[in-house]
Every structure is written in structure tokens, then in C-alpha cells.
């Protein structure tokens, strides 16, 4: 087991849920990402999720689009970001999940980048754009080098679609609650319950995380209440613009909710 399911499986075993916390490698430059996801895990995430700066992110709205920009203009390469991933490791455990596009991974070669992810510290991939019908190549080389490889799921996922993700998915399943691009407002909780409902009868016992729309403790209690991880990108993004300390009180007040399903602000 990797530490994001070691991560899960602790936190749902003592009644809780994990936490995600998005942010962009290189956003506004390596040595302030390293800042800010050292910030964010001493304040309660379990996972991180460190985006892989790409010139086409099409599933990111404005928010993750203008700081995978910002980190491009700052020189991030695949090489830096693994260089950020070593430095994070040699000071905490923290589970962490590379997020990013198929091309500059098939540019580098599935077996090289799934190896080196690996021995930087890497945990795992999410590839928004990889149909699982494609990922069969992807998924081997994660698998020969220890990594996770997670599929992400939409509203409009078809039975077959689910099944075929599930196959080639470890770690967890991550269910997109909006058939937008990320930044847009929560959907209404009663579809999201049911859509999560159906993927978890089909999900042969993997965790299943929401992300997209949670900006707010009260989203994410939300969230914790049908979930096993709740996921937070864009609102992450633009609090760490004001700065670690910023970025951890929010953090903190996210990790709250998930920590207690029943949580209620002042309750």
C-alpha cells in the first residue's frame, strides 16, 4: 500500500475523512510551492496534490490556468518538479499525487516518468486527460515502478466507462462533481450523493474522492458526509497567493470539517 492509501485507510478507520489540497508546482516559483505544501500539511492535509505545470490545461478553469502559466514563466520543467517532490520528501511523509496532462508524459516516456517520479518520492499519478482505455501502458509503468495511477470519473460517466476506470485504477477513484472545469460552484449535493453512491457499488472497495467546486469548510463538510477524501484545488491556489500562513489557517479550517462528517460552523 502507498502512503495515499495508507492515508485514506487511517482516516477512515477513525471516522474521518482525508484531505486533498491542490497546488501548482512552481506557482509563483519552487522554493514558495515547497513553503506552501509544507505549510498546508502541517496544518492537516493528508494528501497533496502537486499540479505538473502544462500550456494547455484544459480541464483547469482560470484559477489553476493562470498559475500552471505563472509556473511555465518561472522556469518549471518535469525535472524541477521532481526536484521539489526530493526536497518534500526529505522533510515530510505526506502522501503526494503528481496532477497533470498526458503529453510532456508521453513526451518523456511513460516508463522513464513514472520511474523517476518514483524515486524522487512520488506516490502517484493523476492524468486528466488519459481515457482509461488508453492508460494500459501508463498503468504498467506506474505499476513496475510502486505508484498509484488514479482515474477521474464525471457525472456523465456511463456503467461502462466506471468499470473500465476501476480496472485500472489504485489508490482511489476521483469523482468530478461538476461537468465543468475546476473553480465552478458545488453542485447540488443530492446528485453528487447519488452519483457517489452508484461508483462505489461498482468501485470494488477503492476510496472515492470528490473534487471541483469545494471552497469552504461548509463544502467540504458537505463533501465528508458521502466521501471518503475531499478534494480542494482552485480556492487552495488562490488563498496561498496571500502567503503560508494564509494558506494554512484555511487549511486547517478545511482539515476540521473533514476530520468531524458532522461538522456545522459555531456547532
Known amino acids: 500500500m502507498t502512503r495515499i492509501g495508507r492515508a485514506l485507510a487511517e482516516r477512515r478507520?477513525?471516522?474521518e475523512r482525508a484531505l486533498v489540497i491542490y497546488l501548482t508546482a512552481g506557482d509563483?516559483?519552487?522554493?514558495?510551492?515547497?513553503?506552501?505544501?509544507?505549510?498546508?500539511?502541517?496544518?492537516?492535509?493528508?494528501?497533496?496534490?502537486?499540479?505538473?505545470?502544462?500550456?494547455?490545461?484544459s480541464a483547469d478553469g482560470p484559477v489553476l490556468q493562470a498559475a500552471s502559466q505563472?509556473?511555465?514563466?518561472?522556469?518549471?520543467?518535469?525535472?524541477?518538479?521532481?526536484?521539489?517532490?526530493?526536497?518534500?520528501?526529505?522533510?515530510?511523509?505526506?502522501?503526494?499525487?503528481?496532477?497533470?496532462y498526458y503529453n510532456p508524459i508521453f513526451v518523456h516516456g511513460e516508463d522513464a516518468f513514472a520511474r523517476e517520479a518514483a524515486g524522487a518520492g512520488a506516490d502517484g499519478l493523476l492524468v486528466v486527460d488519459l481515457p482509461p482505455e488508453e492508460a494500459g501502458p501508463l498503468r504498467a509503468a506506474c505499476d513496475s515502478s510502486g505508484l498509484d495511477l488514479v482515474p477521474l470519473l464525471a457525472p456523465t460517466s456511463t456503467d461502462a466507462r466506471i468499470d473500465r476506470a476501476v480496472s485500472i485504477a489504485s489508490g482511489f477513484v476521483y469523482f468530478v462533481s461538476i461537468t465543468g472545469v475546476t473553480g465552478a460552484a458545488l453542485a447540488d449535493l443530492g446528485g453528487i450523493e447519488a452519483a457517489v453512491a452508484h461508483l462505489r457499488a461498482r468501485a470494488g472497495g477503492l476510496p472515492i474522492a470528490v473534487g471541483f467546486g469545494i471552497a469552504t469548510p461548509e463544502d467540504a463538510a458537505r463533501i465528508a458526509r458521502i466521501a471518503d477524501a475531499v478534494v480542494v484545488g482552485?480556492?487552495?491556489?488562490?488563498?496561498?497567493a496571500s502567503g503560508p500562513e494564509a494558506l494554512a489557517a484555511y487549511v486547517a479550517s478545511l482539515a476540521q470539517a473533514c476530520r468531524n462528517p458532522g461538522w456545522r460552523r459555531g456547532g
Do not use: H, Y
Open 28 to 57: 509563483p516559483s519552487l522554493e514558495t510551492s515547497r513553503t506552501l505544501v509544507l505549510a498546508a500539511v502541517r496544518a492537516g492535509a493528508d494528501i497533496i496534490e502537486l499540479g505538473v505545470p502544462f500550456s494547455d490545461p
Open 70 to 100: 505563472r509556473a511555465l514563466e518561472g522556469g518549471t520543467t518535469i525535472a524541477r518538479v521532481f526536484g521539489l517532490v526530493r526536497e518534500l520528501r526529505a522533510e515530510t511523509d505526506v502522501a503526494i499525487l503528481l496532477f497533470g
Open 13 to 15: 478507520a477513525n471516522g
Open 234 to 240: 482552485s480556492a487552495a491556489v488562490r488563498t496561498a
